[in-house]
């Protein structure tokens, strides 16, 4: 096996080898055998992450070095149910490819592909419906993963209720509710009530983007870049005077603020 780990086109069974090595109690690395499912979580969610970063800044460069950091979370997590007998990377990916068989009739299987987007989204989540009712999960909400973002994790709460009816008619009603949780926010006397009316406000906000077709998610990583890039811009700004931040106020940043924006639209 030392040839493989060394051969630089040894793709799928290399990356798998190498793996089991690092997990090798014989011989393996310290900080790799003493992680665990748990342990590792974090760094999955941190990887998908980072592709969506790469993916959003169209760095096609790095975009393969941080799919293939994912992919190794996949092997990581892989290997250590193999090492409990709970089950291997091939069956993972097994798994994968007959979900996408059972999801796809219209393409592996005899149903037509003459049917619109919008009717093959509700086959899709048909077939879903029917994968959750084998699973014993009975309610509209039941399976939806408590360790999303929590953003994404309403929108997809709000797409099962509204499957059942349960939604606002349209997004001018959502935006009249959004008003009625502000001014809950501004009436609350206390911080526990200000936490739970804020989470109110952020759930009717991902319901918003969700009538409004917007992915929360991305607008509000787009809205942190640009408030990067404006900052810098004032920071830049200041540089070329010989100061920083903390030596000007509210009042000039802001001037700069506007500055930033204007020079965006030049």
Same mark, same amino acid.
């Given at each position: 096996?030392?040839? !493989?780990?060394?051969?630089?086109?040894?793709?799928?069974?290399?990356?798998?080898?190498? &793996?089991?090595?690092?997990?090798?109690?014989?011989?393996?690395?310290?900080?790799? !055998? =003493?992680?665990?499912?748990?342990?590792? %979580?974090?760094?999955?969610?941190?990887?998908?992450?980072?592709?969506?970063?790469?993916?959003?800044?169209?760095?096609?460069?790095? !975009? *393969?070095?941080?799919?293939?950091?994912?992919?190794?979370?996949?092997?990581?997590?892989?290997? &250590?149910?193999?090492?409990?007998?709970?089950?291997?990377?091939?069956?993972?990916?097994?798994?994968?490819?007959?979900?996408?068989?059972?999801?796809?009739?219209?393409?592996?299987?005899?149903?037509?592909?003459?049917?619109?987007?919008?009717?093959?989204?509700?086959? @899709?989540?048909?077939?879903?419906?029917?994968?959750?009712? %084998? *699973? #014993?999960?009975?309610?509209?909400?039941?399976?939806? #993963?408590?360790?999303?973002?929590?953003?994404?994790?309403?929108?997809?709460?709000? +797409? $099962?209720?509204? $499957?059942?009816?349960?939604?606002?008619?349209?997004?001018?009603?959502? &935006?009249?509710?959004?008003?009625?949780?502000?001014?809950?926010?501004?009436?609350?006397? +206390? *911080?526990? =009530?200000?936490?739970?009316?804020?989470?109110?406000?952020?759930?009717?906000?991902?319901?918003? #983007?969700?009538?409004?077709?917007?992915?929360?998610?991305? #607008?509000?990583?787009?809205? +942190?870049?640009?408030?990067? $890039?404006?900052? *810098?811009?004032?920071?830049?700004?200041?540089?070329?005077?010989? $100061?920083?931040? +903390?030596?000007?106020?509210?009042?000039? &940043?802001?001037?700069? @603020?506007?500055?930033?924006?204007?020079? =965006?639209?030049?």
């Amino acid at each position: 096996m030392t040839d !493989l780990i060394h051969d630089p086109k040894g793709g799928m069974p290399r990356l798998l080898e190498i &793996m089991r090595r690092l997990r090798d109690p014989d011989g393996g690395c310290p900080w790799d !055998l =003493e992680q665990d499912f748990a342990s590792i %979580a974090p760094y999955t969610i941190e990887e998908a992450y980072e592709v969506a970063d790469a993916i959003e800044r169209e760095a096609w460069d790095e !975009l *393969k070095g941080e799919l293939g950091d994912l992919l190794f979370q996949s092997v990581f997590h892989a290997q &250590m149910a193999s090492e409990k007998g709970i089950f291997t990377f091939d069956e993972v990916a097994d798994t994968m490819s007959d979900k996408m068989v059972a999801r796809h009739p219209h393409v592996f299987g005899d149903e037509t592909r003459d049917k619109s987007a919008a009717q093959q989204t509700a086959d @899709w989540e048909k077939i879903k419906a029917a994968e959750r009712a %084998a *699973k #014993a999960q009975k309610g509209v909400l039941d399976g939806v #993963a408590m360790g999303l973002p929590a953003l994404l994790r309403a929108v997809k709460l709000q +797409n $099962r209720a509204a $499957r059942v009816g349960f939604d606002w008619p349209d997004s001018g009603d959502v &935006m009249d509710k959004l008003h009625e949780e502000l001014d809950e926010i501004r009436q609350a006397t +206390n *911080k526990d =009530e200000q936490f739970e009316e804020f989470g109110d406000m952020l759930f009717v906000v991902a319901n918003l #983007a969700r009538h409004l077709d917007i992915d929360p998610e991305a #607008a509000l990583r787009a809205a +942190n870049t640009k408030f990067t $890039r404006r900052f *810098k811009y004032i920071e830049d700004a200041l540089a070329a005077q010989g $100061r920083s931040p +903390n030596d000007s106020d509210l009042t000039e &940043m802001d001037r700069l @603020w506007d500055a930033a924006k204007q020079a =965006e639209k030049s």
